[in-house]
């Protein structure tokens, strides 16, 4: 038996790093996965959604792999409807996909540059829902949707829907390992995986359990996590 079982789990910009990471949890937990990421990656780097979706299968997990950009407002109906037809219900929303360019000062940070890392870590995750080194225009587009996500916690209560935000803390994603600066704390990143407990924990929430949260990576099992009230 897994906890997820009969649950239906959407995963965006799961083709690498931490989405690909939760996809896996959440289908070895009994879940139907829904995953996506951009029909072509423009980041040039490791991974697709298919493969993915390979390694969910062979693990004999249920997997529905469907392209996504998560800044395209029309190809997120579309996802939600695909899921909405093969499903009938979607209980999980791991609204992961992001874009990671740090290194730059804010003197480099143009209006369309601030524009378009907004629409990737901000807007792309309200289309889905309903600092080290220069990460000025990174920093400010999460903070955004941390707020955004504890505004929208408050909204969906009465509807029982739990919304918290998972910090993952350093991890050795392809992400990361593309960012030259993180060769400086490498040794203290996390595989993507050991966040899995913390994402499939938080997956089983509602309003009434666990909601409008800034629930951290290292705070699992001592503030929040199964057994901590
Ligand atoms: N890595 C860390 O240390 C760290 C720390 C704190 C928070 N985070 C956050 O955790 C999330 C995942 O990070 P990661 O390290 O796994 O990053 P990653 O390795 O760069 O993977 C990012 C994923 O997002 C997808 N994506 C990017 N833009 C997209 C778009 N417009 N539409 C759809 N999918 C898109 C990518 O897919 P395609 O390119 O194939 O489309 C990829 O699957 C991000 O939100 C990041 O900000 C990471």
Known sequence: MGQMDGMVAIVTGASRGLGRAIARAYAGEGASVVISA????????????????????????????????????????EMVRQAMQRYGKIDVLFNNAGAMVLGESIMEIDANR????????VTGPMATDPNQGGGVLYSAS?????????C???????HNIAVNILSPGGLRSE?????PW?????????????LGPCAVYLALQDATTFTGQLASRFDFGTTWGPGVR
């Open 142 to 150: 999460k903070a955004a949707v941390h707020m955004f996500s504890y």
């Open 182 to 194: 993180t060769q400086r704390d490498w040794h203290e990143r996390v595989d993507p995986s050991a």
């Open 38 to 77: 951009r029909r072509q990656s423009p980041t040039g780097l490791a991974g697709t959604l298919e493969e993915t979706a390979t390694a969910i299968r062979n693990a004999g997990g249920d997997v529905l792999a469907i392209d996504c950009d998560v800044t395209d407002e029309a190809q997120v109906n």
């Open 152 to 158: 929208l916690a408050e909204e969906v209560r009465d």
């Open 175 to 179: 992400g990361s390992a593309a960012i």
């Open 114 to 121: 601030w524009e378009q890392l907004m629409r990737v870590n």
